[in-house]
């Protein structure tokens, strides 16, 4: 038997004990004071208790525990922060400390009573008169100087990693305080928050494999949200001018250190607005976000600083390739068999179907993406890779389209929207004839959405926001998994 498997069950037999003597889960403490709220108060000023008797009743998880005998230290901890705790035996009613406080593990949770004072050491700690048992942890916390050292089982045990490491919950905190930001900066610019469906009877929105699910009752396939664009956009048509939808989207696609199946994206439209008027908005939004959140523009992103004071870095899709790769003739940018041979020279893998535009988004992928590491925004993408934006009035082999990469990761993709029906509906039949081909990501035709863009969609230019990749940034965090509560891993063995 494992030493965690002794501990088990000797922490087993002392629940089966509690069962037998009194109510081993009770639910009837209430605490009046959080141990963060008390240090703020009254850690460093001791003279604030002279003269004055704080009585306060505090609850959390026994994290440390010192037996001296007649007397002990420990530590609670609860969603604020932890506070000490100091027990005498001739202090506290009968058997309290022998019978019930000596039995207690690492890990219970427990209620205590008394009043604050400061020790020798100046240490904020509660004079305990009573501590009660409210609910016994039958497996004991890993080693407290290393929590868990394993990042898998951070990622799998979560509510382990969360007890053990301040790191992660502040994580947390902060991905919490992102999101509230942005609500409330797109409400200071009037844009209303909006809930779309997460099953759609047709996928679209993006170029993404989805999952399918079944409707029993309907007897009817759907598939999780790629994209809550095409939802949105129809919002727009109906007269809701300013919406955005903070939510999840579903690929089923790879997973990596940038990728989940599920995640969380932040997608906004806006009438009478381009793409231009979206890069200014989100070099502004984001700007103020790191401002607010870090009380700097700058960021240390893994050994990397980043700055989001703005202006933003700018080139064309095809001058970034050329900017980093000045050897390449910029006539073999353009002409399919240049591009297939240029492939080839950098190891791009190109496929039979791929044109000009597919080919250069992939020498992108491979040549400049990872080599963006302060804001940049990434324009002129080529009409075959967007199939929803605008064609460029210049040249319409191109779209009114932008990308913003940030530490070598797209951060948001935005555009003008297309709001010709004709040749949205001509670009979904392109789309769909992909599809038939093979093509497991491409678009299904959307009949409702071409008859709702027949009724007359403004000029419009709309963004989506990847969450959690801006959250690894802002907490210097190197895997999507760190900034997700629950990832999705493989099935334990």
Do not use: W
């Amino acid at each position: 038997m494992s030493e965690e498997d002794e501990q088990i069950m000797q922490r087993r037999r002392k629940l089966q004990v509690l069962r037998r003597s009194t109510i081993p889960f009770p639910n009837d403490f209430r605490r009046d004071a959080l141990a963060g709220s008390l240090q703020r108060e009254y850690a460093g000023s001791p003279a604030a208790l002279d003269g004055c008797e704080v009585r306060v009743k505090v609850a959390g998880r026994l994290m440390s525990r010192r037996i001296m005998g007649k007397a002990s230290f420990a530590h609670v901890q609860d969603v604020s922060g932890r506070i000490q705790l100091f027990l005498q035996r001739d202090h506290l009613p009968d058997g309290m400390y022998q019978d019930e406080f000596r039995q207690y593990d690492i890990g219970d949770i427990v209620a205590a009573e008394g009043v604050l004072f400061h020790t020798r050491t100046g240490e904020l700690s509660v004079r305990v008169e009573r501590i009660r048992l409210l609910t016994k942890s039958l497996r004991p916390l890993p080693e407290k100087f290393h929590g868990l050292a394993d990042p898998e089982l951070r990622h799998r045990r979560r509510y382990v990693d969360l007890i053990m490491s301040e790191q992660s919950r502040s994580v947390f905190r902060t991905r919490a305080r992102i999101m509230k930001f942005m609500r409330k900066f797109m409400e200071k610019h009037e844009f209303l928050e909006v809930e779309t469906p997460m099953m759609h009877p047709i996928p679209g929105g993006a170029v993404a494999r989805p999952f399918r699910t079944h409707h029993n009752a309907l007897d009817m396939e759907l598939y999780l949200r790629v994209a809550p664009e095409l939802y949105l956009k129809r919002l727009v048509v109906g007269g809701f001018e300013r919406v955005f939808e903070i939510n999840r989207s579903f690929r089923n696609e790879g997973v990596s250190t940038r990728h989940n199946p599920e995640f969380t994206m932040m997608e906004f439209y806006r009438a009478y607005a381009d793409y231009r008027d979206l890069m200014s908005f989100t070099e502004q939004m984001l700007g103020s976000l790191c401002e607010h959140v870090l009380g700097s523009r700058s960021v240390v992103y893994q050994d990397q600083e980043i700055d989001f004071s703005g202006p933003f870095a700018e080139f064309t899709l095809l001058d970034s390739i050329l900017h980093f790769h000045p050897e390449i003739p910029r006539e073999e940018m353009t002409g399919l068999p240049a591009l297939r041979s240029l492939a080839e020279r950098f190891g791009v893998k190109v496929l039979a179907d791929y044109g000009c535009g597919k080919i250069q988004m992939e020498l992108f992928e491979k040549l400049v993406e990872h080599r963006l590491v302060n804001p940049t925004f990434i324009t002129n993408y080529p009409l075959e890779v967007s199939p929803l934006s605008r064609r460029n009035d210049a040249d319409h082999e191109f779209c009114d389209r932008f990308e913003l990469f940030v530490a070598g990761k797209e951060i948001a993709n935005g555009f003008s929207e297309l709001n010709d029906a004709e040749d949205q509906s001509e670009r979904f039949r392109e789309q769909a004839a992909q599809k038939d081909a093979g093509d497991q990501e491409a678009m299904y035709y959307d009949a409702d959405y071409v008859r709702a863009l027949e009724y007359g969609m403004p000029p419009t230019a709309g963004e989506g926001v990847g969450i959690d990749r801006l959250v690894m940034i802002l907490t210097d965090s190197p895997s999507i998994r760190d900034v997700l509560l629950f990832p999705h891993m493989r099935p334990e063995d």
